[in-house]
């Protein structure tokens, strides 16, 4: 398949996306017995950065913990609004932690980006209700590297399943997941990844996607198998846009998802 370079690839995204910020879920290095700490991150990858009052409505479904026993929310707790942690501590084991921000219509016009539908704003150049959601692998313990919990489908509209435990994975590894649309592959899905520290450049104030370190598209059954060529601390992207159902409502309905990991012993 066709590869392109970082930076062509950077220059790409950054003019096709309508905005640059996405959702990723960040968990701190965790023993058994220990209560678990997860980040909300939402900005310039990967520095955290307080969620603006404006948008806190659209996070008001909180970061869940998904266990064999289900899905238990977590709970707000730490000094900035991104902080999150489990209700009690965490056994031994491979889990995941989601976050979601709740669909949402944005409208573009000269006057630039706004919380609205076309209705709201007639003279509107663009408009999508924006749908996002993050998903992070923990291995909580250091020998940790089942794949029960976190090869299956949480249900988010759009999802990146893993088909492997990254614990399993080592540098220059293929690690294989699926991109899911609605619960069903998503043939061609584009899949770019990156990792912490290799797009090191200022995007405070242009907003653009960080430079991605991988591209390929998921096969016709919306698997891809990604290349980690470092240790580190991962992002995988997947976006997918489709016609909003009513289109004197909005143009398009988008998607965007984010699965994280770390590749190598994470730091204590």
């Given amino acids: 398949m066709k590869k392109y370079s970082a930076f062509a690839l950077a220059a790409l995204l950054a003019a096709a996306s309508a905005h640059a910020h996405r959702v990723w879920v960040e968990t701190a290095h965790t023993h058994g017995g220990e209560i678990l700490k997860a980040e909300l991150g939402y900005g310039e990858f990967p520095d955290m950065e307080p ?19 289900g899905k238990e929310d977590l709970v707000q707790k730490g000094e900035h ?49 924006t749908r996002m959601y993050g998903k992070n692998i923990v291995n ?75 591209y390929d598209k998921a096969g016709d059954d919306g698997t891809v198998d990604i290349i980690p060529l470092r240790q580190g601390f991962w992002k995988v992207n997947v976006e997918h846009k489709a016609d909003f159902p009513d289109q004197k409502v909005c143009q398009k309905l988008a998607s965007y998802t ?11």
């Fill in 51 to 69: 969620i603006a009052k404006d948008r806190l409505h659209i996070f008001r479904k909180p970061m869940q913990l998904i266990t064999e026993k």
């Fill in 81 to 129: 609004n991104y902080q999150y942690q489990s209700k009690k501590a965490v056994k031994d084991g491979s889990y995941l932690v989601t976050a979601e921000y709740q669909p949402t219509f944005w409208s573009k016009n000269k006057a630039g980006w706004k919380q609205a539908s076309i209705k709201e704003m007639p003279d509107a150049d663009y408009c999508e209700q």
């Fill in 140 to 214: 909580v313990g250091h020998e940790s590297a089942d794949t029960k919990i976190i090869t299956r489908p949480v249900g988010q509209g759009l999802e990146i399943v893993p088909l492997d435990n990254p614990a399993n994975i080592h540098v220059g590894d293929r690690f294989k997941v699926r991109v899911l649309f609605n619960g069903e592959p998503l043939p061609g899905a584009v899949v770019t990844a990156t990792f912490d520290g290799f797009d090191n450049s200022d995007r405070s104030k242009t907003h653009k996607v960080e430079a991605q370190a991988f």
């Fill in 258 to 268: 984010t699965l994280t990991f770390q590749i190598g012993h994470q730091a204590h």
